[in-house]
């Protein structure tokens, strides 16, 4: 494998389904599952279960977390953070645990993952509800092709 590439890249969808647009990350892993993808490339469903089912990630695999962030833009908008950018900006995770304390707990526990990027999406409706808001349902092409380009840098080492 060339220098820089990394072997194996893992899609983490997270979110609370059961509050609408909290869940676009697994929503967004559902909908990868249905595409053929590199078979480096693996989906997880982690939900609110963030550091238990980092203990499913392989080692060293770099880590492509998609969430609802809340950062101030349209609903649908995407952002590119690393886990350094959401621990200095405490206001963007929608949950209780935020994704770096539950890595930091993860990694606690044992797990080893490689390079971290999370793929925040501005929601339009956090509440009690199933399924997208038609906003995020149809900006969900976009949000996908953000998703496809982080795993895409991550296999092709840049």
């Known amino acids: 494998m060339p220098e820089g590439q990394t072997s194996r890249v893992v899609v983490l969808g997270v979110g609370n389904e059961l509050m609408r647009d909290d869940g676009v990350g697994v929503h967004v892993v559902r909908r990868l599952t249905r595409e053929p993808l590199d078979p480096r490339v693996e989906t997880l469903e982690a939900g609110t279960a963030v550091a238990d089912a980092l203990d499913l990630v392989p080692v060293g695999a770099a880590v492509v977390a998609v969430d609802a962030a809340s950062g101030g833009g349209r609903p ?63 900006r969900l092409p976009a949000i996908l092709q953000a998703v496809r ?10």
Do not use: W
């Open 76 to 138: 649908g908008s995407t952002y590119r953070f690393g886990l350094s950018d959401l621990a200095a900006e405490r206001g963007v995770s929608l949950h209780e645990t935020s994704l770096p304390e539950a890595f930091a707990l993860a990694e606690v526990a044992g797990a080893k993952c490689g390079e971290v990027v999370v793929v925040g999406v501005e929601p339009a409706e956090v509440k009690p509800g199933e399924g997208l808001s038609p906003i995020l349902e149809a």
């Open 149 to 158: 380009r982080e795993v895409n840098r991550l296999l092709q080492g840049g």
